[in-house]
């Protein structure tokens, strides 16, 4: 198949009336339109003249067990910490889960996805009463719909050694039965430091020493989670989840609002990723994690959403907008720093974990495009890109998404699944699921 349009985002450029050509779900020549049809004079081909053709974007950090909490009636007073949010909302919800809870929350996450461009993601995924072959369940909902995904169960003591312990075999098990899987993989999740004693912190890595992959976890996302470690440890977060061996090239450090300049530090040197999630932390009123000094420092920094969203157009331009308000300082955050982060950085991630690269438009790499209908009326160039990127494109101008070589959404419909039958059942589930929450 060959996809076509008016421009063609490449890693170094941005090509006018480009071409890609797609076979068996890579990509396998990039170039001139009139050349790659020339060449392929058989193949089918579909031109968007109207759009930009660009990799599909990735989301660093999600939680689709999260998707039934919308619109969800608290029973209880408002939480005024995040401490509270956790007990009185997420800790309620998630134990309250059911296998068909799971693949539903799954689907319309994926769905969500798919719709706004987002053709993989990272999910780290919660539900102490319904562990065991929870990360197959939410994997297949996710590949039924065409999302790319890297899936982690978060580790936790918060409801007992017992779970903790299934948790662990939980992670282990999934990631050794998808480690030649490119559309499925996995990682180790763990919750937090917040929740998880030392003698956990060892099984874990003890556990995933064979496994060849990294943890997944939110670090320092409240300042609860500062004084726990402290408490326990006498040490700052990172600062203990390095003594432990936690931290590394394949690691995913979530949040990092409350960090110092010594675990700032502490982070570049062991090649952790930083997954920013910014309008989370604006929700939950954690504070603002320290990006612009980070990216300085040479931590390497990947964008999220933490289960607020799957638009991950709208999530930049939160990126965007709460560091200069955070600094009072109109150049901080420049549109390149967000292009180069939500494009390039998440490419990189992802394919820390996929034996081809994902994200990215090149030869060889897996076959994940979307097709923006995105009609400049300023002059577009490399150069100015990101501003337009920032400014002018939106996730409502998708038309066109394909995964894996298959296009799975075209023009406004969900071309693998029956969204509306999906969206009537998932909302009886969460009726029945906010019943059972006390």
């Known amino acids: 198949m060959i996809i076509s349009g008016r421009y063609l985002l490449l890693p170094n450029g941005l090509l006018e009336d480009g071409a ?5 779900g ?5 170039g001139k339109r009139d050349e790659i049809v020339r060449r392929n004079p058989s193949e089918e081909k579909r031109d968007f003249p109207k759009s930009i053709i660009m990799p599909g974007l990735i989301c660093s950090h999600s939680h689709a067990y999260g998707a039934f909490a919308r ?4 029973k209880t007073e408002p939480p005024k910490t995040f401490g509270e949010i956790l007990e009185r909302i997420w800790w309620r919800l998630d134990k309250k889960l059911k296998e068909e809870d799971i693949k539903y929350s799954g689907l319309v996450t994926a769905i969500d996805a798919i719709k706004h461009g987002t053709t993989s993601t990272l999910d780290h995924h919660a539900s102490p009463y319904s562990i065991r072959g929870s990360l197959d369940v939410l994997s297949s909902a996710f590949k039924e719909v065409g999302l790319r995904s890297n899936l982690a169960y978060e580790v936790s003591d918060r409801d007992g050694l017992d779970k903790a312990e299934e948790g662990i075999k939980e992670n282990v098990d999934f990631i050794k039965r998808h480690k030649d899987d490119d559309m499925i993989t996995g990682s180790f999740g763990l919750h937090a430091s917040l929740t998880l004693s030392d003698e956990t912190l060892q099984k874990v890595v003890e556990a995933s020493r064979e496994l060849n992959v990294g943890f997944h976890i939110h670090v320092a996302e409240g300042i609860e989670d500062v004084s726990d470690s402290i408490r326990k440890s006498g040490k700052r977060v990172v600062e203990r989840l390095w003594s432990h061996g936690i931290l590394g090239e394949r690691t995913i450090a979530v949040h990092a609002v409350h960090v110092s300049p010594l675990e700032v530090k502490i982070l570049r040197e062991t090649g952790t990723w930083v997954v920013h999630c910014p309008e989370s932390n604006m929700n939950n009123a954690v504070g603002v994690s320290p990006v612009p000094f980070m990216m300085e420092m040479g931590v390497k920094v990947a964008l999220g959403t933490d289960g607020m969203t799957m638009d991950m157009f ?7 907008l709460l560091h200069k308000l955070s600094t009072s300082d109109p150049r901080t955050m420049p549109p390149g ?4 982060t939500v494009i390039k950085a998440n490419s990189e991630l992802m394919s820390i974990y996929t034996k081809r690269r994902v994200g990215i438009i090149q030869k060889g790499a897996c076959a994940d495009i979307i097709a923006v209908r995105y009609r400049p009326h300023t002059p577009m160039s490399w150069d100015n890109f990101p501003a337009h990127f920032v400014f002018g494109m939106e996730s409502s101008q998708v038309e066109m998404v394909m995964t894996n070589g298959k296009i799975v959404f075209e023009r406004g419909s969900i071309l693998t699944v029956n969204e509306e039958k999906i969206a009537e059942k998932a909302e009886r589930l969460a009726m029945d699921l906010w019943e059972r929450i006390s």
């Open 26 to 30: 890579i990509i396998e020549e990039v």
């Open 314 to 320: 709208r999530e930049s331009k939160f990126m965007y």
């Open 20 to 24: 890609v050509l797609i076979a068996d």
């Open 337 to 340: 720093r967000i292009t180069d």
């Open 71 to 74: 619109g969800m009636p608290l």
